[in-house]
């Protein structure tokens, strides 16, 4: 009889070399889908909501002239239509102002404020807060990225929030803003400046007002921290809590966060009580505010979790665990009311949900349901990083006298030995999913149309089209219509009806009498 003796798995995984793979993967990943972002194309609300900039600033030429104006433009769709101010203003600053081919320059944008906000808001929890490791709050941030961006679902989600302007500023751009606002808000309190904290305290108050005027799902969730922050500063003031570990000077800057959380109240009220909101209302239908609440909370299980979380989310999440119990090691903060904060994550996932619910009686549109997603990502990374850290500290004041050493620079053996064998998993279902449905995931998507040249076939129609409509000999345009239609790129087009809205901004834009589209 022969026996084999199998290597042994005794290999114990480096933070360092856990948080260079994982940085290099995101940045790898997300090149398809810059390059992709080159044979993009402008489409529906971008030529009606940034139209007149594009033709003030062709008109002028003066940058500092059509910036003013548009704060004119943006104050008159307030005051007409939309009472999201912050957007509205957003929505005139389209790349496209500069020509329509300096639209690619939108994924770019959408990716870089929604990196930043994530990077900034993990780092300033993990690392200021909680005096984690820098590479542990990286590898989160890394991780979390990457299901928000490529498990999006396809067929809207994308190219809602990534590549159509008037969408992805409306939602991925203040996503990234409003996480950038949260840990502006503890920076403030913690930095060890005293000049800086000031003038971080005096940003949240400027950025706090701006994006109480966000989109309705952005602005009530920070409505609700701002509302949280002010119930704070009151139980600290009657003893009921107490600050550790925070110095008299501040104690001042705590007490002085009610600022900044006014300014988003007062930004949130001016949006809410818009004129111009009454004329949208009119032609919709919601449902009401209680039943808004109650099938926001369903639709956290419904849509989230049992339609919008795929398997690789979950593996994911997996490794996130491990970093998350590695982290939990380091951590100093006591973690001791998991019940209040798993609802209090419950409740920042419905938040999100009840806006569309009440004005739209849906989340069909691909931004919504690409915004809520991103926000269940947060939120479950965030309650996986309170249960892990309070059961590790549970489970350690319980048998600490029997624990371990570990070491700090690396994972141990067990956690080595997961991360490795969810790795192995990741990388073989991908390869299956990716196999079978080359449109599976956000940056396959992109990596195929650009190679089998649809981008290209795409970007080239639309300047055929381009060439149509800026011929002054022809009033009346009769275009093509798209040969392909790349899933992550191709947002709404015009249609056979001269009367539908798209056609007639397109048309106006183009000081056209018409334009269809129709096939020969």
């Known amino acids: 009889m022969f026996i084999y003796s199998l290597p042994k798995w005794n290999k114990h995984i480096s933070i360092k070399t856990v948080n260079i793979v994982v940085t290099v993967f995101y940045i790898l990943s997300i090149i398809p889908m810059l390059v992709i972002g ?48 912050f957007p509205c203003l957003m929505y005139r600053f389209n790349p496209c102002v500069l020509g329509e081919r300096m639209y690619f320059l939108v994924v770019y944008v959408m990716i870089a404020i929604l990196t930043f906000g994530v990077c900034y808001f993990f780092r300033t929890l993990i690392v200021h ?8 709050a990286n590898i989160i941030s890394m991780l979390t990225l990457i299901i928000m961006i490529h498990s999006l679902p396809a067929n809207g989600p994308r190219v809602e929030m990534f590549y159509w302007y008037t969408g992805a500023v409306d939602y991925t751009f203040m ?30 108050c ?35 809590i107490k600050l550790e570990n925070v110095d008299a000077e501040r104690k001042k ?32 239908q919601g449902f009401g505010p209680i039943k808004s609440v109650l099938i926001a ?42 019940f209040i904060f798993s609802i209090f994550a419950l409740g920042m996932m419905a938040v999100v949900i009840v806006p569309p619910l009440f004005a739209l009686s849906n989340v069909d549109a691909g931004r919504l349901r690409g915004y809520i997603f991103m926000n269940f990502v947060l939120m ?27 070491d700090k620079g690396s994972f141990a053996q067990v956690g080595s030995t997961v991360i490795a064998l969810l790795t192995m998993v990741l990388v073989f279902g991908s390869a299956l999913c990716v196999k079978a449905d080359p449109y599976y995931y956000s940056w396959s998507s992109a990596f195929t149309d650009v190679v089998n040249g649809n981008a290209k ?62 096939s020969e």
């Open 206 to 240: 400027f950025w706090g007002f701006w994006l109480g005027g966000a989109n309705y799902l952005t602005a009530l969730s920070l409505a609700v921290i701002s509302f949280l922050i002010v119930v704070l500063i009151v139980l600290e003031k009657v003893g009921f």
């Open 457 to 518: 076939t795409f970007y080239n129609e639309n300047v055929e089209r381009l060439a149509v409509l800026k011929d002054d000999s022809v009033k009346d345009v009769v275009l093509k219509p798209y040969s392909v239609r790349p899933e992550i790129i191709a947002f709404d087009d015009a249609t056979s009806d001269p009367n539908e809205w798209i056609n007639y901004y397109l048309a106006k834009y183009y000081e056209k009498n018409s334009v269809v589209v129709k």
């Open 253 to 284: 800057i705590f007490k002085l966060l009610w600022l900044p959380a006014l300014f988003n109240f007062i930004g949130l009220l001016a949006s809410v009580l818009c004129p111009g909101n009454a004329s949208r209302a009119s032609q919709t």
């Open 175 to 204: 996503l990234g803003m409003g996480l950038f606002w949260s840990g502006l808000l503890i920076r403030a309190v913690l930095c060890d400046d005293k000049r800086s904290r000031v003038r971080k305290l005096c940003w949240a």
């Open 297 to 338: 909370f369903y639709y956290v299980f419904e849509v989230c979790i049992n339609a919008l979380t795929r398997w690789e989310v979950l593996v994911l999440l997996a490794i996130v665990a491990i970093i998350m119990w590695k982290l939990a090691g380091t951590l100093n903060h006591r973690f001791e009311h998991p």
């Open 380 to 406: 479950m990374v965030l309650e996986l990083m309170y249960m892990l850290a309070w059961g590790r500290q549970k489970i350690e004041g319980e048998i600490y006298s029997v624990r371990v050493p570990e």
């Open 129 to 136: 807060v909680f005096k984690g490791d820098k590479k542990l």
């Open 38 to 85: 080159h044979f993009d194309w402008l489409s529906a609300d971008d030529l009606a909501q940034g139209g007149p900039m594009i033709k003030y600033y062709e008109s002028t030429g003066n940058v500092f002239a059509t910036f003013f104006m548009a704060f004119y433009y943006a104050f008159d769709f307030y005051l007409r239509w939309e009472g999201t101010f």
